[in-house]
């Protein structure tokens, strides 16, 4: 390899002394319009051993050997600038001093330079033709043919990479700049705006398109999704642009278009440092950790150096699973993955005692609003109020710093027993910081989190792959939709800055028609609505049609977040944690009706809805 290295940057050390006999030579050929003149013989090789010695020592300081002819680009062009530049100097102080030795005519000055650089950058500039030839030229033409949305930055550097390649054929580009449209970009025309899509689609009998458009808004990208679904063709896009620039991901790593891209949520940015403050060399423990929010709330801790991360989960899959993860992606974090029930006080004791943790993320929780809503009222009282009140007093007794605990927006307003377990778990953590003793807790209040498990984004993918119908409650009800990872993120940003007793409320954006979802979910999935139907079911028991993050009596604070906000509702009553202390106590179960009606008594706010 050394060889052939030293072999390869002589070849090329030959070519630029070579370029300065040529360029020499054909500057006084040219100079007397290719009548050799006698008299200049002295001249010609006697000047030539200064340019030589010139150019040596110019294409070293220029740096000309260390790139490959191959990849020959604009640095190297500048490269071989500075080169010629120095071998001008040096003739331009030949022509002042060298009288009456050797005979140099003005003219050379210019023309010298102009021959030097055109004979050294074009040679580079063949070669690597020449190679592009060699490798490229025979997949030209050939793959699936393919229509590239966006002719910016990213399209140009997605074309490049995709000419290169014998799986796809770009034929041709669009893009929403009027200034764009007509021209050419590496050969390939940028044929009208993304408005055309479905025409060019048909013109070229291209069956996929790729966006290449990062920074595009969600409008744009739904639009484009309707006319590729127009078309029959299938959509794919490629990484954020601030990715490929750093080299994080090549630019040929291109994926479906997921429903998170058309919701158009934008990329979360925390305030890493404080994050790092609160986690880094503690010991951290999950509770619900094989869950969709705790699960991640695990992968992000990752990032952040805790001493251990103990992982507790009733569910003995889902604890393999978060598990199986750590052991590949994160060998290097000391986890300790424990089985157990937030309602089991005792085994709480043991851990804490055990473990010591200083910070709690508290995400076990029952969620499904139908499933809680008839036959298993009492059990969301226990899992979701007294489970969250045994896993605080543990925390509390234990000298736990924060407890974070998660909340939904479903605890606003609630009509349904889910939603008002959880508004009284959140009571639960605003009692039990008003009593000190150190700990901090906080609640982080959000909406549904997209792909979370038993959602209505799995659920519609399995609908469309067996065919249909797609199936959504009533054609107005929409949710507030942010994407799990994000979820997460804001979460530890909130515990960061919490200062005790709020209640974190996320920027959940504009709340999106389920309807709508169902929509783009089919065209994502390459089917039209004439060959996935969409059914309406009617609504379900407690479910509302529209959810809301902030009660009536809330009003809210603005943090140094944009995402977050701080919602202060009103004070919980002297008496609410000693009631909720002897109802954990009664050992009876407590049917539905009872439930719900001891959950209006303290949570005024709450309205059920009649089964």
């Known amino acids: 390899m050394i060889i052939n290295t030293r072999f390869r940057s002589s070849l090329v050390f030959l070519f630029d002394l070579a370029a300065v006999l040529l360029a020499w030579t054909g500057a006084f050929l040219i100079r007397f319009n290719f009548d050799w003149l006698p008299g200049f013989e002295q001249t010609i090789w006697l000047g030539l051993i200064p340019l030589l010695v010139a150019q040596l020592f110019a294409c070293q300081w220029a740096g000309l050997y260390r790139g490959m002819w191959r990849f020959a680009s604009l640095l190297d062009l500048q490269r071989v600038l500075k080169a010629v530049l120095v071998s001008t100097f040096v003739l331009l102080l030949m022509a002042l001093f060298s009288q009456p030795y050797l005979h140099i005519p003005r003219s050379l000055v210019v023309l010298y330079p102009i021959l030097l650089f055109l004979i050294m950058s074009g040679g580079r500039v063949a070669w690597r ?23 910016g930055t990213a399209g140009a550097m997605l074309l490049r990479e995709l000419q290169r390649t014998s799986e796809w054929n770009v034929v041709a580009l669009v ?67 601030d990715e490929l620039m750093a080299g994080r991901v090549a630019i040929n790593v291109m994926r479906p278009v997921k429903i998170e891209d058309l919701l158009g949520r934008q990329p979360v940015r925390i305030d890493t440092d404080n994050v790092m403050a609160m986690l880094e060399g503690k010991t951290v423990l999950v509770t619900g950790a094989g869950g969709s929010i705790g699960s991640e709330l695990c992968r992000q801790l990752v ?46 004791e043991e851990i804490f005692a055990v473990w010591r943790p200083q910070v709690v993320f508290h995400a076990a929780a029952y969620k499904h609003v139908p499933l809680m809503e008839v036959g298993n009222a009492w059990q969301a009282v226990r899992n979701n109020v007294f489970g969250t009140l045994v896993v605080a007093d543990s925390a509390r007794s234990h000298g736990v710093k924060r407890f974070v605990m998660i909340s939904t927006d479903k605890a606003v307003n609630p009509t349904n027993v889910m939603g008002a377990t959880k508004r009284m778990a959140e009571m639960v953590c605003e009692a039990l910081h008003c009593q000190g003793q150190g700990t901090l807790f906080h609640v982080v209040r959000f909406g549904n989190v997209l792909g979370s498990t038993g959602s209505v984004v799995p659920k519609f993918q399995a609908q469309i792959a067996r065919g249909g119908p797609v199936t959504v ?10 994407s799990i990872p994000e979820a997460a993120q804001l979460v530890l940003q909130a515990a960061a800055m919490g200062m005790g007793g709020e209640i974190f409320v996320l920027d959940m954006g504009e709340p999106v028609k389920i309807v709508d979802l169902a929509r783009n979910m ?64 009664n050992k009876q179960v407590v049917g539905d009706a009872q439930v719900r009606a001891q959950l209006k008594r303290w949570i005024p706010e709450y309205t059920p809805m009649k089964q």
């Open 473 to 482: 409650t009533h054609p107005e009800i929409n949710r507030y939709f942010m």
């Open 522 to 585: 089919i065209r994502l999935s390459g089917y039209s609505e004439d060959e996935i139907q969409i059914r309406f079911t009617g609504l379900r028991p407690g479910e509302k049609l529209y959810e809301e993050l902030l009660a009536d009596t809330e009003e809210t604070v603005k943090t140094l977040h944009e995402k977050l906000r701080i919602a202060r509702s009103r004070l919980v009553p002297d008496d609410f944690l000693a009631y909720v202390q002897a109802w954990q106590a």
């Open 129 to 151: 033709m020449w190679k592009e030839y060699c490798l490229y030229d025979k997949v030209g033409g050939q793959g699936k043919p393919v229509v590239i949305a966006g002719a």
């Open 303 to 348: 990032r952040f150096d805790p001493d251990k991360v103990v992982l507790l989960e009733a569910n003995e899959f889902a604890l393999y699973m978060i598990e199986q993860w750590f052991r590949d992606e994160a060998a290097d974090v000391t986890i300790i993955p424990l089985a157990g029930d937030v309602r089991d006080a005792e085994r709480m």
């Open 175 to 241: 893009d929403d700049d009027p200034a764009k449209q007509g021209l050419e970009l590496s050969g390939c025309r940028v044929e009208g705006s993304t408005r055309d899509i479905s025409k060019v689609l048909k013109l070229y009998e291209a069956k996929h398109i790729i966006l290449a458009m990062p920074s595009a808004r969600a409008p744009v990208l739904r639009r484009i999704s309707e006319e590729a679904t127009k078309a029959g063709a299938l959509l794919f896009t490629i990484p954020a642009l």
